[in-house]
């Protein structure tokens, strides 16, 4: 009996723990977002003082202005953001089953190949790419934008598609094979649909990425085709508080929805393989 | 057969590599031609030598900083990603996952901005601290400089990891977990002995993946920190706005290639050594 | 199967983008206010005198990143048909830098505005003639902008403030030279006060033997360093001081006032012109050499460089002193909004201290000095 009232307090000191714990963390990770929240709404902040001076809506009412274009640029920054991820999963789905299944030549020379966009700081490879671009005639359209963007995101989707592949059963699929599906309908069938939760977390990247991609957009695209990292850039830089965090908090209203609707996603399919 | 498995393997490859090809490495090798041309045309190391003479402190800082950084996300996405498969209160593992992933939504600049604020001498999270009594004002330091960038780092990349972990270790055969823990072993220790090792590829990846991307980040170290030190994106930039010299630049950039080319070789050998190629 | 419907949908796409012909491109680098002041205030005085036609306005950045964004997107299209931008809005280095390339077209023949500017700056960009290829838009100062409250009488000369950062550690900030032209500013007026003739570096001609004199100023300036914070940016400068960490440090005029606009610095904040003086410089309106609508962006040129505009935009909404010369402004400005320009600065000390930056190659010097003496 004791030793039961002894293990109860003891859990209830490690809850106690563990909630502490908890509230530091969400402390360190949602105390810069509140921050955001904060300025969206200050119309005055200034020392001495800890909170805004002055509240209001002003700001939100100039990113809002007739004039303004922070909702059309919105739009076009998630359809492009979408047609990204499209493009790359329609090459990293083949490339990362060649990847993680198929005896390929140099194999690890072409994982580091799709790695290297990601790694150079890229003003000059975009300044490059832009001048290809305007000799065919492309530059300024959300197509150029688009390609730009999947180049620099192929990295996320071939790679974890290549993990997700490597990660699913091989038995699995020669079971499919035993029972004569064709190795097509293998794919299709079993490979790929146990490979999803992985192939969707890496569209999500892919999507992240081109929602935040500034430098390539402003060579490729600019003026015709204008993103909200474009808004957001200046403002940020320029120190503009308000409207850099009222950008801010706008671009996460699509990241957050299409987040919500992978995690059901997810959620779903680990279940399912949970059973089997 | 083995042969039409190559070029089949080379088939479903090609678009990809085109589109890197078309987009990277054709624009790249201008690139690479001005970091190895002299200002007299010709071959010449001498926009490396200049580089090095300028920025070799700013090098070490990079290597440092993020390798710091990656230290310290691998080990809160463990940590993160360890309670939610192997947590068993469940309004701690709920709470978590609801909170874990939000910066990940948040682009650079952003995060960059947020922290400026929240970091500062003055900022919220000190302000915070003396209103709950946690710190004297006097005490209050700001956190501008190299701890900034990791901090912000950290605080971007961690999610992605986690996610990437979380995803890994759920996918993992509970029966063997369970047996662990039915055998009396701590949580704890079948996080780390049983469970890690499987998803050590995983892992690799994620932290590879922050590695470059932290590396190529321009608006962070620019907008959180000082510029003495500061990173490699800082002074490529530097040189070409302020001298428009796209040679040094290119070599940097080069340094840089050099940097994470060296992370990428430690996870290509021993992420897919042990995972044994096809 | 998917592949052919995505070549499909991404085929019409690309069909789907072109804009109609009446565009007015204007590029502008710098803060976010200058490219709303195209957007909110030109643009829809613009487009109502051109029916038909639409003004489209983008920023590149702040800083000299932000004109050397737009230079290599010129560039980049030397071989294409038409240039993206049919006015840009650029700062010093990258106007002499795309004069001397070919990108910019000779127009202010054909503005009759371009009449109302006799500053030598008009013709004179850090050393390269730019005569006939730039309009001033506004003319703007570097300063200190100090805490009044946490400071009574700010240091008036460098060597002051010298003495000043010594005993009030941490008192002072600015951010280094890769973070902003604030910073640089502050630089090459530490120079012009440490390290010989100030006029020398502003006129030229170029000597590559002056350099060996600034190695006392930069040692001092290195020793200074210890005592001051290094703020990230020209807005990081700002921030500091919004927050009240640091009580003195270099900002520029214009972002000065529009964060005191904006309620990001306390009320009581002033600015002080230190002898013997910091740089300034303008910003230009030009016309790239390959833009479609030339005529139109004479057009719109002539219309921001206009008296009335320059009066109501530029000096009273914004605070920036005009880039058409003074006198022009006359009756066209309530004497509050003229005088509100120089509170705190006196168009006297304005005249004495407000300097030019060096010209080009010395300008690259002094960073470079900075870079091997100062900060490594």
Redesign the interface.
């Known amino acids: 009996m004791t030793s039961y009232a002894m293990t109860r307090v003891a859990s209830g000191i490690r809850m106690l723990l563990a909630a502490f714990a908890l509230a530091a963390f969400a402390f360190f990770l949602i105390g810069p977002l509140l921050n955001l929240v904060l300025w969206s709404v200050a119309e005055r902040w200034y020392t001495p003082y800890k909170l805004p001076v002055t509240f209001g809506t002003r700001y939100w009412e100039q990113v809002f202005r007739p004039t303004g274009d922070a909702m059309a640029s919105l739009a076009t920054s998630v359809w492009i953001a979408v047609l990204t991820v499209i493009v790359a999963l329609a090459l990293s789905i083949p490339a990362g089953y060649a990847l993680a299944r198929l005896k390929l030549p140099v194999r690890s020379l072409f994982m580091i190949l799709f790695l290297l966009p990601q790694a150079f700081p890229s003003v000059a490879i975009y300044i490059n790419v832009a001048r290809v671009f305007y000799q065919i005639g492309i530059n300024g359209t959300v197509f150029a934008v688009v390609l730009v963007h999947a180049a620099h995101g192929l990295v996320y989707s071939v790679w974890i598609a290549a993990a997700a592949f490597a990660a699913v059963d091989k038995d699995l699929e020669l079971a499919a094979r035993n029972i004569g599906a064709s190795p097509l309908k293998t794919f299709t069938s079993v490979t790929l649909p146990l490979a999803a939760p992985g192939i969707v977390a890496s569209g999500i990247f892919v999507f992240l990425e081109s929602l935040d991609e500034f430098t390539g957009t402003f060579f490729v695209g600019v003026p015709q085709v204008t993103t909200l990292p474009l808004l957001l850039y200046n403002a940020a830089q320029g120190g503009n508080y308000q409207v850099a965090s009222i950008t801010a908090l706008i671009l996460l209203v699509p990241s957050v929805l299409f987040m919500l609707f992978i995690e059901r996603f997810l959620r779903a399919d680990v279940l399912a393989k949970v059973g089997s | 057969m083995?042969l039409s498995?190559?070029q089949?393997?080379?088939l479903?490859?090609a678009?990809?590599?085109a589109?890197?090809a078309?987009?990277?490495?054709?624009?790249?090798c201008?690139?690479l031609v001005?970091a190895f041309t002299g200002p007299e045309g010709g071959f010449s190391l001498q926009a490396f030598a200049k580089a090095w003479?300028?920025y070799s402190?700013d090098v070490v800082f990079t290597v440092v900083i993020v390798v710091a950084s990656c230290l310290l996300t691998a080990l809160l996405a463990i940590v993160i990603a360890g309670t939610l498969t192997l947590g068993e209160?469940r309004y701690?593992v709920g709470?978590?996952r609801a909170?874990?992933?939000?910066?990940?939504?948040?682009?650079?600049?952003?995060?960059?901005?947020?922290?400026?604020?929240?970091l500062?001498?003055?900022?919220?999270?000190n302000?915070?601290f003396v209103?709950m009594g946690l710190m004297e004002p006097l005490q209050a330091v700001?956190f501008?400089d190299w701890r900034g960038i990791i901090a912000t780092f950290v605080?971007k990349q961690m999610p992605?990891v986690a996610?990437?972990l979380a995803?890994?270790l759920?996918?993992l055969d509970?029966a063997t977990l369970e047996a662990g823990r039915n055998l009396g072993a701590s949580r704890l220790r079948v996080l780390v002995e049983l469970a890690l090792p499987q998803v050590m590829?995983?892992l690799l990846?994620a932290l590879?993946?922050s590695f470059?991307?932290m590396?190529?980040v321009?608006?962070v170290p620019?907008?959180?920190?000082?510029?003495?030190?500061?990173m490699?994106?800082?002074?490529?930039?530097?040189r070409?706005?302020?001298?428009?010299d796209?040679a040094t630049?290119?070599a940097l950039?080069v340094i840089?290639?050099l940097i994470?080319?060296g992370a990428?070789?430690i996870y290509?050998k021993r992420g897919?050594a042990k995972?044994g190629?096809? | 199967m998917r592949i052919l419907t995505l070549a499909c949908s991404l085929a019409a796409l690309i069909v789907a983008s072109p804009l109609s012909a009446q565009t007015l491109n204007v590029a502008s680098a710098g803060d976010q206010n200058m490219v709303d002041y195209v957007k909110d205030y030109l643009a829809p005085m613009f487009e109502k005198s051109h029916p038909g036609v639409k003004v489209v306005s983008v920023g590149t950045g702040p800083g000299d990143a932000g004109s050397q964004k737009i230079y290599e997107k010129l560039d980049a299209q030397k071989s294409a048909g038409a240039a993206d931008f049919d006015v840009v809005v650029i700062h010093q280095k990258g106007a002499g830098l795309m004069v001397k390339e070919g990108l910019l077209a000779k127009y202010t023949g054909n503005v009759e505005t371009s009449k109302l500017v006799s500053s030598a700056t008009a013709t004179n960009s850090l050393g390269a003639d730019v005569g006939g290829f730039v309009i001033p838009m506004f003319q703007s100062q570097t300063a200190l902008a100090y805490n009044a409250d946490m400071l009574k009488a700010p240091p008036a000369t460098y060597t002051e403030l010298k003495d000043w950062a010594k005993k009030n550690p941490k008192q002072f900030g600015y951010n280094g030279i890769k973070g902003g032209m604030s910073g640089v500013s502050f630089v090459a007026g530490w120079v012009y006060a440490f390290g010989g003739d100030a006029n020398k570096l502003i006129q030229g001609p170029y000597d590559a033997a002056e350099k060996t004199k600034w190695d006392a100023a930069f040692a001092e300036l290195k020793d200074f360093n210890k005592s001051v914070v290094i703020t990230p940016g020209n807005a990081g400068t700002l921030d500091m001081l919004n927050r009240g960490e640091i009580a003195i440090g270099p900002v520029w005029v214009d972002m000065f006032y529009s964060w005191q606009a904006d309620g990001k610095l306390p009320p009581n904040m002033k600015l002080k012109l230190t002898a013997p003086g910091m740089p300034g410089q303008p910003m230009y309106y030009a016309v790239p050499e390959k833009s479609a609508q030339k005529k139109l962006a004479e057009e719109f040129i002539a219309l921001a460089t206009s008296p009335q505009v320059q009066a109501d935009g530029i000096v009273k909404k914004f605070n920036w002193y005009p880039g058409i010369d003074a006198k022009h402004l006359e009756g066209k400005l309530d004497k509050a909004a003229w005088d509100k320009l120089f509170t705190d600065i006196t168009p006297a000390e304005l005249s004495q201290n407000g300097k030019p930056f060096p010209i080009a190659p010395y300008f690259n010097d002094i960073l470079e000095g900075y870079e091997k003496k100062v900060a490594n």
């Not at chain 2, 909170?99 to 929240?118: D, K, N, S």
């Not at chain 2, 500062?120 to 999270?125: T, V």
């Not at chain 2, 490699?232 to 530097?238: E, G, I, N, Y």
């Open positions: 083995s498995q190559r089949l393997a080379l479903l490859i678009p990809g590599f589109l890197v078309a987009l990277f490495l054709y624009p790249l201008f690139s001005s003479e300028l402190g209160n701690i709470t978590l909170l874990y992933r939000w910066p990940l939504f948040i682009p650079f600049i952003v995060a960059a901005q947020c922290m400026r604020t929240f500062a001498k003055n900022g919220l999270m302000n915070s209103a700001s501008l605080w992605f996610l990437l995803g890994a759920a996918a509970r590829p995983q990846v590879v993946l470059v991307t590396l190529s321009l608006s620019m907008m959180v920190a000082g510029s003495q030190p500061t490699l994106t800082v002074d490529m930039a530097f070409i706005n302020a001298y428009g796209y630049a290119n950039g840089t290639y994470s080319a990428a070789i290509l897919m995972e190629t096809p």
